[in-house]
């Protein structure tokens, strides 16, 4: 209902002299006020002897057939641009009981708000109607951008695709920039809806063609069915190099030419060829229907993302982060994260932090917020991912509380209003916590530091883990590794690509809670290497590189440090605050340290791991945290003990650590 109409009804409401007639007169004037959502009221038609339901969707003509009996969890057909060209197949189908939709996107070329109406349309049908979670996907001609270009997005709700002379580069068609004809009209509009330049076309990459290693991962089965002498969209140019990358990423894909009958429209038009066989092809790949378990349970919203949804929407300006190890770092599930915000707020100018670096878990995050975020911009909305590091790299609970707390609580302080999104990824030692009926600790840490602070919070370890015991797919050949596939990288897409989808009201600024732990690492940062004192052993590499041949991670090579490969080396350090530790490079020469924090007992820490053997490892080491607050000295001394594995006594510190 409009807000005039709504005040004018109150105003009413409050003059009328009986209660019962104004609630009355109110009813009436509800009841005469279109309701306003995506569909207006559906209109039942007729289609080849089936109900044919049309409405309007997001201002767009849509429909759907109805089969005279439905197959046992509806499944469904997705026609894509030209829904009455070549129907036969969809007839037989919908004898069969499947249900046929489409949704009028038409000379979009598959552009992103395409696919934003796309995605709508599919929760309607999915969530409103019923329909199966995976669609069938038809596309005919320039029908294959959409096609491909929604399954490449979501191929976790693709149950097979059937192709008909598809456009699988626009290069080729509307471009005409191979030995297609093209269409220089068509050509012009597709550039302009992409705005983009001629040049920049040439490098377009969001094509059929491209990023296929997601679907083929689901084993999404293709059919394409073509023309050999098709003049529109060349076999060359468009479904042979389509196959050759599908089959490359190890997608399963067929290619049936069509040779019977009149070719019309230079080969881009021709007779099918026993649409049965392709009735069948879709309903053994639907049928019987699959239903995945939801992504919901495994998303906790708290206070959701309100804030930075309005603040995207008012300034059309925002900066999203991504703070956590290598499997943030890795390209897959932030790079879908940060395309599907783009989209979804197409008028929004993003700024995106990519502050992954591998091996490091909360401790590092929580010293190295200052630097590696914010110093990049404020966020308005943070991603933070510690739980597979913060389990292999040792740290205790009480460190993780403190690490994670300080986090939110810095990031809190920097943009009192910006969400944040806690995720526990997965790895085995979880499932095998899940599998023995107990909570792994560290996802239950990045839970509770979430509630404490109103943040999103998705549980992916039990997803994963819950999706696995259900039979969906298995670890060992589809997930793989705690660095996942990328089917398990679109397994975390779509999970957060759901949580992004579900919107939450503005809730302002947070007002921040207790710290959860009284030396909660709120003050962490990184302290120059120049501080240091009474070097004894010590020089300062303006830019270390290892001698031995091991991988190192970027930020901790070609940097200064602070080395010394001699026992007995030492240097002061004097800070103020609650807490002090080192971040180091351990290799295969990794030594023994002897410190003391304002004279008191000496302390010795080995700071050889158990990838220092093959892996030149940042390691972070916090020598004390529960200091009173105020001025402290550190004294570090190499000892003359090493560990038996290790090949030497050296120390390479990156970075003084100071919670103050």
């Not at 395409?114 to 996907?137: C, G, I, N, R, T």
């Not at 599998?435 to 997803?463: D, F, S, W």
């Amino acid at each position: 209902m409009d807000l005039p109409v709504k005040r004018a009804g109150l105003l009413l409401l409050k003059t009328m002299k009986t209660k019962s007639f104004a609630l009355l007169w109110l009813a009436v004037l509800l009841l005469s006020v279109p309701y306003i959502s995506a569909q207006t009221p559906e209109k039942t038609t007729q289609w080849k002897g089936f109900e044919k339901v049309e409405f309007t969707f997001q201002d767009r003509n849509a429909w759907y057939v109805k089969p005279q009996k439905a197959i046992e969890g509806n499944p469904w057909v997705w026609r894509a641009h030209f829904p009455t060209w070549h129907t036969d197949m969809d007839s037989i189908l919908l004898s069969r009981g499947f249900h046929v939709a489409y949704v009028n996107t038409n000379d979009m070329f598959a552009h992103p708000k395409a696919m934003q109406v796309w995605d709508a349309f599919y929760d309607y049908l999915v969530k409103e109607k019923h329909f199966a979670p995976k669609v069938a996907l038809e596309g005919v001609s320039r029908g294959g951008l959409y096609v491909y270009g929604w399954a490449k997005r979501n191929p976790d709700k693709v149950s097979c695709i059937y192709a008909e002379a598809p456009v699988a580069d626009p290069k080729s068609w509307p471009g005409g920039r191979g030995n297609g004809k093209g269409s220089p009209k068509d050509w012009e509009a597709w550039k302009q809806i992409f705005n983009i330049s001629e040049e920049q076309a040439a490098n377009f990459t969001d094509i059929p063609l491209n990023d296929l290693g997601g679907l083929a991962a689901f084993k999404v089965p293709i059919v394409h069915v073509v023309g050999l002498k098709d003049e529109h969209a060349p076999v060359a140019e468009n479904t042979d190099l389509l196959v050759k990358n599908y089959l490359a990423a190890g997608g399963p894909v067929s290619v049936y030419p069509m040779t019977r009958g009149e070719q019309t429209l230079e080969g881009h038009h021709f007779p099918i060829e026993h649409p049965e066989f392709f009735a069948n092809f879709i309903e053994e790949n639907s049928v019987p229907v699959q239903k995945p378990l939801l992504h919901t349970p495994y998303i906790t919203l708290n206070k959701g993302l309100g804030n930075a949804f309005e603040k995207f929407r008012t300034t059309k300006k925002g900066i999203v982060a991504f703070l956590g190890g290598s499997i943030t770092h890795n390209p897959g599930w932030r790079n879908k994260t940060s395309q599907y915000l783009q989209e979804h707020f197409p008028d929004t100018e993003f700024t995106f932090i990519a502050a992954g670096i591998p091996s490091l878990g909360s401790t590092p995050h929580s010293m190295r917020f200052s630097q590696d975020v914010l110093a990049k911009g404020t966020p308005d909305l943070l991603f933070v991912e510690a739980a597979v590091n913060d389990r292999g790299n040792g740290f205790s609970e009480k460190a993780q509380i403190r690490a994670l707390d300080g986090i939110l609580r810095q990031m809190y302080a920097a943009n009192p209003k910006a969400n944040v999104v806690m995720m526990a990824f997965a790895e085995p030692k979880k499932n095998d916590d899940y599998e023995a009926g107990k909570e792994p600790v560290e996802v239950g840490v990045h839970e509770r530091v979430a509630k404490h602070y109103g943040a999103v919070y998705i549980n992916l370890a039990k997803e994963v883990y819950e999706r696995i015991k259900a039979g969906e797919f298995s670890w060992k050949y589809d997930f793989k590794d705690l660095h996942p596939s990328p089917y398990g990288q679109e397994v975390y897409a779509q999970t957060i690509k759901e949580m992004l989808k579900m919107e939450s009201p503005a809730t302002g600024e947070v007002k921040l809670p207790m710290p959860m732990d009284r030396f909660s690492y709120d003050k962490g940062s990184y302290h120059k290497l120049e501080e240091a004192r009474n070097l004894k052993g010590f020089t300062l590499d303006p830019d270390w590189k290892p001698k031995t041949k091991f991988s190192t991670r970027e930020g901790f090579v070609d940097v200064p440090m602070l080395t010394t490969e001699a026992a007995g080396s030492s240097l002061d350090f004097e800070f103020k605050g609650r807490g002090v530790g080192i971040a180091i490079i351990s290799g295969p020469d990794a030594g023994k340290i002897t410190y003391t924090i304002d004279g008191k007992k000496p302390q010795t820490l080995d700071t050889y791991t158990p990838w220092s053997n093959q892996l030149h490892l940042p390691w972070y080491l916090m020598l004390a945290d529960e200091l009173s607050s105020g001025k402290h000295k550190l004294h570090l001394t190499i000892s003359t003990e090493k560990n038996e594995k290790s090949e030497g006594n050296a120390l390479r510190i990156v970075h003084f650590l100071v919670n103050e």
